[in-house]
């Protein structure tokens, strides 16, 4: 599971395919008669869960062959969707910015190298809000400078971030400010690495432990390193930020303890300024790659129109990162998205907000059957109480991206595939959903969805929602179960064996 995903949604694809129903399915043959079992089953597949009377829940199903509702229960009440809003950030992106699109990160100078490589001024790097920038990316990038022949850098790097604001906390991360894990990650202009860092840690003979940070920077010091390996007892690791870290310094204290024969385990955290971490990755790329530069202190400005491109690094296009938005849930491609979408289509110069990207958003998804003002969704990721919407929108929504060829191919192709990959890798195992379903999970602690599609025939494909909300204390197996089971009731359905 890629570490920006929430960590609620990576416990439930690691969990055991669900239950689901107990023996094998067959719907009548009579279409009529389809129906209407249908209905039924799935009314049962609620009430045989007593234990789930408090919870909220919220279904819509859509025949895209006929154009018509097959069923629906609570459709018309919103409810928050969790992870099921990268549905809609995925949308109104491919929409909006076109499956080719891709993000690009560039160097510029603003007078040539000399004879010896110098550059008299400044090196400036641009960044375009790159959600799968890597440290590779950035050497790669570093590598091209010095193949343009600059070895020295008289002036500083300086970073042009103005493609965003400063504001790197995506709406709602403020509801859990002391979490530190990568799924909560900023999102700048200017990142690299998800803007997270890795410790790794493996036990060596001896009871000692092997550790490493990566990637290395003078950002982030690994400051305390007591952790040993044992032959019994379970592994028990704790990576925590020290609180008073240095002047631009993050501390980082690592203790406990890991099992031998369990191979490595990886700790992610995020950092709080992603553009000075990924400046301090990219001046190390430099470095290794014989460019020095004499300026201690990075700066901050825009490019001057005069500069002259040095290199560059291109993404993937867009419908390869949505793929992976989606298959794995990532909420640091989905916050950079939303974003991106404010920098590319807003309509008044300056730095994109979120909330330039929240009413790019809004205006994508009205043809797409959600008109702006009758829906709630405040963040592109799903992360905490931030959207409210009914099954009935999502189903439109998807029914109608499914119709529009600029986006619906690419749109089902992102999504995770029952039982083979993604967060629905586990599921359905040996039953017919599996192969047959394409949906978007969505966790968080008291919420768990399922949206997307599922088919026998291509020709005849069902839209679908089911959104519970308010889950009972311990409750979530139980809804997952109901959840597995609703899909097999759906595909028996379509007639599959």
């Given at each position: 599971m890629p570490p920006t995903a929430d960590?609620?949604?990576?416990?439930?694809?690691?969990?055991?395919?669900?239950?689901?129903?107990?023996?094998a399915l067959v719907a009548p043959a009579d279409p009529k008669a389809r129906t209407s079992w249908l209905r039924e089953k799935l009314a049962t597949a609620i009430a045989t869960r007593p234990k789930l009377a408090t919870a909220r829940i919220g279904i819509a199903i859509h025949d895209l062959q006929t154009g018509t509702e097959v069923m629906a229960?609570?459709?018309?009440?919103?409810?928050?969707?969790?992870?099921n809003v990268k549905l809609l950030t995925a949308t109104a992106a491919l929409a909006g910015l076109g499956g080719g699109f891709s993000?690009?990160?560039?160097?510029?100078?603003?007078?040539?190298?000399?004879?010896?490589?110098?550059?008299?001024?400044?090196?400036?790097?641009?960044?375009?809000?790159?959600?799968?920038?890597?440290?590779?990316?950035?050497?790669?990038?570093?590598?091209?400078?010095?193949?343009?022949?600059?070895?020295?850098?008289?002036?500083?790097?300086?970073?042009?971030?103005?493609?965003?604001?400063?504001?790197?906390?995506?709406?709602?991360?403020?509801?859990?400010?002391?979490?530190?894990?990568?799924?909560?990650?900023?999102?700048?202009?200017?990142?690299?690495?998800?803007?997270?860092?890795?410790?790794?840690?493996m036990a060596e003979p001896g009871g000692g432990a092997r550790i490493t940070i990566e990637?290395?920077?003078?950002?982030?010091?690994?400051?305390?390193?007591?952790?040993?390996?044992?032959?019994i007892g379970r592994t028990r690791l704790?990576?925590?930020?020290?609180?008073?870290?240095?002047?631009?310094?993050?501390?980082?204290?690592?203790?406990?303890?890991?099992?031998?024969?369990?191979?490595?385990?990886?700790?992610?955290?995020?950092?709080?300024?992603?553009?000075?971490?990924?400046?301090?990755?990219?001046?190390?790329?430099?470095?290794?790659?014989?460019?020095?530069?004499?300026?201690?202190?990075?700066?901050?400005?825009?490019?001057?129109?005069?500069?002259?491109?040095?290199?560059?690094?291109?993404?993937?296009?867009?419908?390869?990162?949505?793929?992976?938005?989606?298959?794995h849930s990532d909420n640091y491609i989905a916050e950079s998205v939303l974003k991106t979408l404010g920098a590319e289509l807003k309509a008044t110069p300056g730095p994109a907000t979120w909330s330039d990207g929240l009413a790019v958003l809004r205006a994508q998804l009205g043809p797409?059957?959600?008109?702006?003002?009758?829906?709630?969704?405040?963040?592109?990721?799903?992360?905490?109480?931030?959207?409210?919407v009914t099954p009935q929108q999502l189903v439109a929504m998807l029914a109608a991206a499914h119709k529009d060829y600029r986006i619906g191919p690419d749109l089902l192709a992102s999504l995770p595939i029952g039982g083979f990959d993604g967060t629905l890798s586990r599921r359905w195992h040996g039953k017919p959903p599996r192969g047959r379903v394409r949906a978007k999970t969505g966790t968080l602690e008291k919420v768990?969805?399922?949206?997307?599609?599922?088919?026998?025939d291509p020709a005849h494909v069902l839209a679908f929602a089911i959104l519970v909300n308010d889950i009972p204390t311990g409750q979530r197996p139980?809804?997952?179960?109901?959840?597995?089971?609703?899909?097999?009731?759906?595909?028996?359905y379509l007639g599959a064996q």
């Open positions: 960590p609620a949604e990576a416990a439930e694809a690691a969990e055991d395919e669900g239950t689901g129903s107990g023996s229960r609570d459709g018309a009440k919103p409810l928050n969707l969790a992870s993000w690009r990160t560039a160097v510029y100078v603003e007078t040539d190298p000399d004879e010896t490589g110098t550059i008299a001024g400044d090196l400036y790097v641009r960044g375009r809000g790159d959600p799968t920038l890597s440290v590779a990316g950035l050497h790669q990038l570093a590598a091209d400078v010095a193949a343009r022949g600059v070895r020295n850098v008289e002036g500083k790097l300086v970073l042009d971030t103005t493609y965003f604001d400063n504001v790197v906390e995506p709406p709602h991360f403020d509801e859990q400010p002391k979490e530190r894990a990568a799924f909560r990650a900023p999102v700048a202009s200017f990142g690299v690495n998800r803007s997270m860092v890795t410790v790794t840690v990637p290395q920077t003078e950002y982030i010091k690994l400051t305390k390193q007591e952790v040993t390996s044992v032959a704790r990576l925590e930020t020290k609180p008073k870290s240095r002047e631009n310094v993050v501390e980082l204290e690592l203790t406990g303890q890991i099992r031998t024969g369990e191979g490595s385990w990886d700790l992610r955290r995020r950092v709080d300024d992603p553009a000075r971490f990924a400046a301090e990755v990219f001046k190390q790329a430099l470095v290794a790659n014989g460019v020095k530069i004499r300026g201690k202190a990075v700066g901050s400005a825009a490019v001057p129109l005069t500069a002259k491109l040095v290199a560059h690094h291109d993404s993937p296009p867009l419908t390869d990162i949505v793929r992976v938005m989606n298959k797409f059957g959600m008109p702006a003002g009758s829906y709630k969704s405040e963040n592109g990721s799903g992360l905490y109480a931030s959207s409210e768990n969805t399922l949206a997307g599609y599922i088919a026998v139980l809804v997952r179960a109901m959840i597995d089971e609703m899909v097999e009731i759906m595909a028996a």
